[in-house]
């Protein structure tokens, strides 16, 4: 694995959003939490992202939408 790989979390519960996190962690990957799709496109600062776990339904910019 490569220490500038990143899995981003994007969900708007934050309890499912910091579990899956931790999850991800456990296996030894780095990862951002971002609580919408906004927050997350105004966070450049994680570097190389491997993959991105994204709720489909968020308030404003959803998944999809995240995605596309």
């Known amino acids: 694995m ?6 981003a979390v ?3 519960d934050r309890a499912f959003r910091e ?5 991800v ?3 030894g990957y780095p990862v951002v939490q971002s ?3 906004n927050d997350f496109l105004a966070d ?3 570097g190389h992202l491997a993959c991105a ?13 995240l995605q596309r």
């Open 53 to 65: 776990i994204i709720d489909l339904r968020m308030p404003g910019l959803s998944g999809i939408e």
């Open 44 to 46: 450049r600062a994680f």
């Open 10 to 12: 994007i969900d708007d």
């Open 35 to 37: 609580a919408s799709a």
């Open 2 to 7: 490569n220490s500038s790989t990143v899995v």
């Open 25 to 27: 962690k456990s296996e």
């Open 19 to 23: 579990s899956l996190a931790r999850l």
